[in-house]
């Protein structure tokens, strides 16, 4: 059973930094995309970052040079980084795996506030 896990969110003040961690857990795998999603209140889920199993990366154009997608050595986990972080990227962050022969797969959610 495929099992998505977040963590690492929290509150940081305007202009601080978080790194938030997916971890994937299961029968090895083979990804073909891993991305990171957020959750504004009251608005729709988006795209924050995503990278293929090539390492090709994709970010929003909100968050480009500031956030940093990356993959763990274990292929398995996914990390953002997020600088210069602003009251706009407050929402639930989730994680995405998109797995070979498995289908698309959710995390929880972890919570990044950032206070102005």
């Known amino acids: 059973q495929v099992q998505v896990v977040e963590s690492g969110g929290g509150l940081v003040q305007t202009g601080g930094s978080l790194r938030v961690s997916c971890t994937v857990s299961?029968?090895?795998?083979?990804?073909?995309?891993m991305g990171w999603y957020r959750q504004a209140p009251g608005k729709q889920r988006e795209l924050v970052a995503d990278?293929?199993?090539?390492?090709?990366?994709t970010y929003a154009d909100s968050v480009k040079g500031r956030f940093t997608i990356s993959r763990g050595n274990a292929k398995n986990t996914v990390f953002l980084q997020m600088n210069s972080l602003k009251p706009e990227d407050t929402g639930v962050y989730y994680c995405?795996?998109?797995?070979?022969?498995?289908?698309?797969?959710w995390g929880q959610g972890t919570q990044v506030t950032v206070s102005s």
């Open positions: 990278i293929t199993g090539a390492g090709t990366t």
């Open positions: 995405n795996a998109e797995i070979v022969a498995v289908g698309s797969r």
């Open positions: 299961g029968t090895i795998f083979i990804f073909n995309k």
